[in-house]
């Protein structure tokens, strides 16, 4: 009897340790902004998948407190109805599931509805399973079986002046409402609603581009993941001059990223640069010395996404450093960077932002190119373009205002004949994300200011 109870107490204690522990918050690597970048920055600890949860369904429920009644309050919207079905969710209801609902289930049903007056935004799931208590359950199908009947119910109820549901001509991140579900959303309504529906499109894009407090916390450390696995990419780790092809190292990212449990959002770009060579060598080319490389990389950890593009250059047999006039370029590079960070200016159009930066560039001597964009929940994020590589003229994509509070990867180059190379043009691209307070861009993990430099022996 006295060893059973001591099994009991024992078993007792062990259930308690590992629910505490399961209980305890994450302890988080938290880095803080900052203009310069490590040259061969340590890797911040990768979280295990539970805590990983945990830190998801955090920032997911700060962001449903604070960003919602923001943006509904400023765009005069009383209720929004999200609706995706399983397999196929569009991206703003992707991004409010929780860390166990990869997907949506059968069809999921959001609400939100602002009762005005201050009170608290009501949100609401018209589903047949859950959100991790971050939406009220509203649907008992034991009681009404028609799903839509049930949100016809909760909408008149409301009685909301305003309905907005995602349909966009502009931009996907608000263009997630099918077909189908439309035409379910329009035969449950009474007829007096069909003239209070309204586009949710820049509710969407506000949403998405929002960053809150914790999510500004965390994405330093988020980029100095990436940016550690860069130095490595583009070192003697990875690379043998004249035995390593592009190929090569695209494929060691791949396989660092899956060893880690962090999921690239596009294939690892890599690419040469060579004297005497036209255009971005790929592929099974062999790096050699005297080649400038060029990665983009791009990672989702915690479900934000970081952007990077940097460069290196391989040492040939007794150099110490590169040649003077790729030092110039990634120089010019840099340059064109500080003109763009300097044209922000909340609520200008990217389109401005754009024409500014490249009127300055360009009177300064410089041969900019500049396609910026937002980031955040996704790599290429929800708001104004400032440009595009192919077009850097005025664009319907950069025609919507740029706010404070959103973060950027700042995308570019410049061009600059090579001495060295035969006054070859060489492309000095670069890539680094940073976040707009409404007033000032500081980049999150610092930028490249110094070629890498690889050696070759």
């Known amino acids: 009897m006295i060893k059973a109870n001591w099994k009991w107490a024992l078993a007792t204690a062990l259930l308690a340790c590992t629910s505490s522990a399961a209980a305890k918050e994450p302890d988080l690597p938290?880095?803080?902004m900052s203009e310069t970048e490590e040259p061969l920055p340590e890797r911040p600890p990768i979280l295990p998948m539970r805590d990983r949860a945990k830190v998801i369904d955090r920032v997911l429920g700060q962001r449903l407190d604070q960003v919602i009644p923001k943006i509904m309050r400023e765009q005069g919207v009383e209720m929004w109805v999200l609706v995706a079905r399983e397999y196929f969710e569009e991206p703003v209801v992707a991004s409010m599931l929780d860390a166990r609902n990869f997907h949506a289930r059968r069809r999921t049903l959001l609400v939100f509805f602002d009762p005005g007056d201050g009170q608290p935004v009501e949100r609401l799931t018209v589903s047949r399973y859950g959100l991790a208590g971050l939406f009220e359950p509203a649907w008992d199908p034991e009681k009404e079986p028609d799903q839509w009947k049930a949100l016809a119910a909760i909408v008149s109820e409301r009685d909301p002046a305003t309905i907005a549901i995602n349909t966009s001509d502009i931009t996907a991140f608000g263009d997630g409402m099918t077909l189908s579900q439309y035409r379910g959303?329009?035969?449950?309504?009474?007829?007096?609603?069909?003239?209070?529906?309204?586009?949710?499109?820049?509710?969407s894009v506000r949403w998405l581009e929002s960053r809150v407090p914790i999510e500004l916390e965390l994405y330093p450390g988020i980029v100095r993941i990436a940016h550690s696995l860069i130095a490595r990419a583009?070192?003697?780790e990875v690379i043998t001059p004249g035995a390593t092809t592009?190929?090569?190292v695209q494929w060691w990212y791949r396989e660092e990223l899956?060893?880690?449990?962090?999921s690239p959002w596009f294939h690892p770009g890599v690419g040469i640069q060579r004297e005497g060579a036209e255009g971005m060598l790929r592929g099974d080319t062999v790096i050699e010395p005297g080649d400038l490389l060029w990665t983009d990389f791009g990672i989702t950890y915690l479900r934000l996404s970081t952007d990077t593009q940097h460069l290196a250059y391989v040492l040939k047999p007794g150099e110490s450093e590169a040649p003077a006039g790729l030092v110039e370029g990634l120089r010019n590079t840099n340059r064109v960077q500080d003109i763009l960070i300097d044209s922000f200016e909340a609520g200008l159009p990217g389109n401005a932002i754009l024409a500014r930066a490249r009127a300055k560039a360009i009177a300064e001597g410089l041969d900019p190119s500049i396609?910026?964009?937002p980031i955040g929940l996704?790599?290429?994020g929800a708001g104004s373009a400032i440009g595009f590589w192919d077009n850097q003229e005025d664009d319907p994509r950069g025609a919507y205002p740029v706010h404070g509070g959103t973060t950027w990867s700042i995308e570019l180059t410049s061009y600059t004949e090579v001495p060295e190379w035969g006054g070859q043009k060489v492309d000095f691209r670069s890539e680094e994300d940073a976040y707009f307070d409404g007033e000032t861009v500081r980049f999150l993990d610092g930028r490249q200011t110094e070629l890498t430099l690889i050696p070759s022996e």
Not at 258 to 262: D, E, F, K, T, V
């Open 378 to 380: 996704h790599g290429h």
């Open 185 to 203: 959303i329009s035969e449950a309504l009474p007829r007096t609603y069909g003239d209070r529906i309204v586009s949710g499109e820049t509710l």
């Open 258 to 262: 899956a060893r880690l449990g962090i």
């Open 234 to 236: 583009l070192s003697r």
């Open 30 to 32: 938290i880095y803080p």
């Open 371 to 373: 396609y910026s964009h």
């Open 246 to 248: 592009v190929a090569d």
